[in-house]
């Protein structure tokens, strides 16, 4: 099945500053990869995501690369604020067209003001 | 629009005993999803419903774990009985169908067995 690791575990910027997010995956079948924020006591919130067929898609201040060759992609958040701090998960569908999701572990993100 | 309902928000129950989830998926979604997850873990899927057909439950311990969607609407999920290892959240989500969609997360009942 679908292995998904993410790095760093956890992360602290100085507002303003830029944050990145790696992920990898194993599943070369993979074609959808979300991008998820969860605050303390809520549920995930997708916040991007992108499909195997594009190298990059921006929203504002998030971008989310992928790189099918080397199955990896990535997450950067610009221009940091101090409510980006939550936890970030990547995830990657389980095969083409496939519902399930597996998600990386997981990023804490810390924007110090 | 409502997000996903769940409910309870909270649950401390002692081990040996039943307890059980309930989730009102966002109105039209036909796909609902139940997530386990674990402390400082991502979400780990546990079953998924397709209408009212439970159409991946190869993760759902079932010798202790129960799901169901009556009406393709409403779901709950059921333990009986509860060991200390299931303290966890357990997420639920739904989705649209025709293809690979965003899943919108409910926030999710932490449960304490104790």
């Known amino acids: 099945g679908e292995n998904v690791e993410q790095h760093p575990s956890t992360l602290s910027v100085q507002e303003g500053d830029s944050a990145v997010i790696k992920c990898t995956y194993s599943d070369s079948a993979s074609n959808y990869f979300p991008w998820y924020k969860q605050e303390l006591g809520k549920g995930p919130q997708l916040i991007i995501d992108?499909?195997?067929?594009?190298g990059e898609k921006k929203d504002q201040r998030i971008a989310v690369t992928l790189n099918k060759t080397a199955k990896h992609f990535s997450l950067h958040i610009t221009e940091t604020q101090p409510e980006d701090s939550a936890v970030y998960f990547c995830?990657?569908?389980?095969?083409?067209?496939?519902?399930?999701?597996?998600f990386g572990k997981g990023t804490k993100l810390s924007v110090i003001p | 629009e409502a997000g996903v309902v769940q409910s309870p928000r909270y649950k401390i129950i002692e081990k040996k005993q039943p307890v059980a989830f309930w989730c009102n998926p966002i109105?039209?979604?036909?796909?609902l999803y139940w997530y386990l997850q674990n402390l400082g873990q991502g979400p780990e899927l546990l079953i998924r419903?397709?209408?009212?057909?439970?159409?991946?439950d190869s993760q759902l311990p079932k010798d202790r774990f129960s799901a169901e969607r009556l009406k393709g609407v409403d779901s709950t999920l059921k333990i009986q009985p509860a060991e200390l290892g299931d303290s966890a959240v357990y997420l639920c989500a739904s989705s649209q169908n025709g293809g690979v969609t965003e899943a919108f997360f409910g926030q999710g009942t932490r449960l304490t067995v104790v």
């Open positions: 109105s039209g979604h036909n796909t």
């Open positions: 995830a990657a569908n389980s095969g083409a067209g496939s519902y399930q999701l597996t």
């Open positions: 419903y397709e209408n009212e057909e439970a159409v991946d």
């Open positions: 992108i499909r195997s067929n594009v």
